[in-house]
């Protein structure tokens, strides 16, 4: 299996529009992070959790030409707002691109992407989606591949992550209950959002996070949704655990 991070970055992405924080000017390619998504491969199956506004840009650069399936973690439009970019791999591939989400997302996406979910009178340049409603605590499978949801709380949004074999995303965490933790521990590779050092409502801060990794123990941990205000890549980096490592645009991770 291999995990390609096509996005790092919060919801405004960094550097900000506008910003003149140092993290923002700086030449670091490290600092320089689109939203949040991840490519995962593995045998013939090649699927995205996450389809942000950068989604274009981002299958542009990772080199990624097949899609079997999109798993939405939740509806923010940090998330969800490329998806009309995949119309090259519903026209290539001639079927419709599966997505997997929560209910309350799918709802969601059907009413801000209409010309997409419509059956009737259908724009024949818009792509068509199969979709897929995810429950917790009912593992779905794709190419046969079991994947497992796991139910979180980003403040007062639900939020699904996912499992797929020892590989372990989740993104836009605050809190996560016992039983759920419990479908986290043994996976060797975690990925787990970090804001920020401050506290924040809705999200894990960086203590907030090598927390979580401490209690679950995955044998190499990944930080993800970073803000400018955690700081530059190789300074934060210096001062993490031996296991754990800031990600990364374009870093890619193989199983």
Known sequence: MTVYFLGTGTSQGIPVIGSHHSVCKSTDLKDKRLRVSVWVTWYDTSIVIDCGPD?????????CEQLDAILFTHEHADHTAGLDDIRPFFF???KAIPVYGHQKVLKNLAKRFDYIFENENKYPGAPSVATFEVENDKPFYINETP???INVNHGLVQV???RIQDFTYLTDVKSID???IEKVKGTKILVINALREEEHHSHFSLQD?????H???PEKAYLTHISHLLGFHEEVQKKLPKNVFLAYDNLEVTL
């Open 55 to 63: 989604f274009r840009q981002q299958m542009l650069t990772s080199g």
């Open 92 to 94: 290539k591939q001639r």
């Open 147 to 149: 994947i497992i949801p």
């Open 160 to 162: 699904f992550g996912y």
């Open 178 to 180: 016992e039983k759920e």
């Open 209 to 213: 996070a090598l927390n979580f990794i």
């Open 215 to 217: 209690l679950v123990q």
